[in-house]
DNA sequence: TTGAAAGCGCTAACAT
DNA sequence: ATGTTAGCGCTTTCAA
C-alpha cells in the first residue's frame, strides 16, 4: 500500500508537504495540491491509522465494554438500541466503533485492554450490570474518558447517561392503579443480581402502592427471578398459583419479564388481560408480541447512545470538561394487555 | 502512559530486552525477566498497539461491512446472530471488532475505509443485500482478506459462508406439502431487492411445487414486499384478499415476513393455522411469537459467524491459503402455526 | 510556500 | 544474553 513517501516522489515534492494535503493544513500552493491529490489518486493512497495515531495520541475509536451478549435471542434489545445511538453519533463525528470479545467465563477479563493498549481513545459502559468495583477505580484513577450508559456510578468521576427509573416506576404504577387495578403485582430481579435500573423501578411501584393504598406493598405479591425466561416464567406461575389474594395486574420490570410471564400464562390457562394484566418495561416488546398489543415504557435507547457518545467525544476533544450527568424520560405506552376493571 | 523506555529505565536494561520479555521471545535471564516484569507491574506498562501494528502491519482487528443497521427492532436478529458467532471466534484468538458506522444514505459509502486505513487486518461482509459491484472488484484486485456472509459473490476470490436456501425452500414446501396443504402461497422480496437467501427459497419453493403438483407455482400466490412490516402486511392482505383459490398455508421466506403476516391475518380477522397456516424463516421467530409456536427454519448463525471469522484469520495468517465455501444446513422446526389438513 | 530533522512506540536485523 | 541501529508512516517543530 502506497505510503506519504511514495505520493511524494511520485508528485516531486517532500512527503511533508503531501501530510500538509492530506489534512488540508493549508500552506500548499494551488498547483502543488493538484500535483499532490493526482499523485494522491494514482497511487490510492490513503493514509495509515498506526502512524497517525502514534503521533496524535489518537485513534478515532471507542470502545465499548458490556457484560452483555450480542445476538442472544431478544436478551439485547437495550444494548442493540444504545449501540444504535452510539453507531449514529459515531458517524456524524467520524468515529468507529471497537467490540472486544470479552469471556463471560472470566471474572478477571480486562474491559479496558483496548484502551491500555491504546487501540481507544475512549470508553462506553453499557451496563446492564454493574461495574465492577476494580475497573471504576482504575478509570476515576487514571483519568480514563468513560461515559457509562443505564447505570448511576457513586463516584464523582463519572459522567453517565441513565432514565429516570424510580419516576417510571411509580407512574406506571399509577397507570395501572387508575385502570382500576387494587392487587397489582411486580416482577422484580432475585435479590443478589444488583441491577440499578430494575431496583429503582421496584422503588417507584413500591412508593405508588404506599401512597395510593396507604400501606406497603404486600410481599407476597412481589415476585423474582434471574435474567432467563424458565426462571420467570416458573416464578410467575407459582407467584400466581401460591396468592391467597390473585393479583389482577403484573407490573414486569422487563420487557423479556413481560414475554415470559404471557408464556405463564398460557400455560396456566389464563388470559391476558382477562385474567391478569400485563404491563412491561423497555420499549421493543411492540415490535414481538402482538396480540395482545402490550402495554409498556419505552426508554430512548437511541438518543441514549448518542448522549453517551456525544459527551465522551467532546470529553476526549477537551479533557477539562466538566463531567455530565443526563437523565432521560421513560413513556408509557398504553396497550390492550392493561384491562379496565 | 509508560512506554518501554521508561520500563528498561526503571529496570536497568535497555528497551528491546524489555520488548522480549514482553512477547516471551525467550532469550533473557530469569533474573533479568523477574526486574523487568517488576518494572511493567510499576508503572503499569501495557505495549502501545499503533508502535506495533506499525512494525508489524497487523492490527489485530477484524472489521465488519454490512448494509443493515443495529437495534432497529427485530430487523437484525440475522446480523446479531452472525456477529456473535464472530465475537465467539475472535475471543478464541484474541482480535477485536471494529464496526465503523455507515451511512445508509450514501450510495458511495466507502466500506473498504477501515482495511484502507489499516485499522483491520481484513473484513466480514455480512450481506443482506448484495455487495457492489466496484467494492468487490477493488477486493478482489487487492487481494483483501475478505469472508462474505449469507452470499455467494460469482468471482473467483471470495471465500464465502451460506446455507442451503434452495434445499431449505424446497424442504419446507414439501413439509407444507405433506400436512395436507395443496394451495400454499409463498411470500418474497419485491423484484429489483437483490437478496440471494430469499430468491434461492423461492426457487427452492417454486421446484417442489412443480415437482409435488405437476404445475409451475401458480403466480397468483406469489407476493411480495419489501424489507418493511407494513409493505409486507399490505401485501399478505390484498393477496389473500384477491386469490381466487385462497390458500391455506402461506411459506414465508423470513421470520419477520411471518410476523408481518401473522399481524396481517390479525387484520383480516382470520385465525392462524385455522384460516392459514404460516412457516417462517430464519430461527429467531420462536423467541418472539409463542401464539401459536411458529414453524419455521433455523439457519446455524452463530457458527457460521464463526466459521467466517475461522476462515478469515487463517488468510490473514497464511495469505496463500485458498479460498473457502463453507453452505451450512437449515432445519425445518414444525410448530403450532403449521396445520394439518 | 516548502523542506529537513526529530521523534511517536515498537520490532527486526544485526552486532556484541 | 543483551544491546545498537534502523525503520515502520506519520506529525511536529524549526529553518529556509
Redesign the interface.
Known sequence: ?ATQKEVAKLAGVSFITVSRVVNNEGNVKEETRLRVEEAIRRLGY??????K??NTGK?G?LGIMTPA??????E??YL??????I??K??ERG?????????EDDPNFDFL??Y????VDGMIYVGLRQMPEEMRNEIARRLIPCVVVGDRPAYPYFSWIDTDNETAGYETTRRIWEAGHRAIAFHGLNPGIHNANIADRERGYRRAIRELSGNDADESLIWRADFTREAVRESVAAGYTRAKTKPTALFCSTDNRA?AA??AL?GLSLRCPDDLSLVGFDG?IR?????PVMATNEQP??EMGKAAAGILLDRIDAPDLPRREVIFPVTFVDGESLGRI
Chains 1, 2 share one sequence.
Open positions: 500500500m490513503f493514509p495509515s491509522h498506526a502512524g495515531a502514534l485513534n475509536t451478549r450480542f445476538g442472544d435471542g431478544m439485547n434489545a442493540m438500541g444504545v449501540l444504535r445511538g453507531e449514529l459515531c458517524r468515529q468507529d466503533i471497537l467490540l472486544s470479545p470479552m469471556n485492554r483496548p491500555r493498549q491504546r487501540k414475554i404471557l408464556e398460557n421493543f415490535d414481538i408480541v402482538f396480540s435507547l437511541t
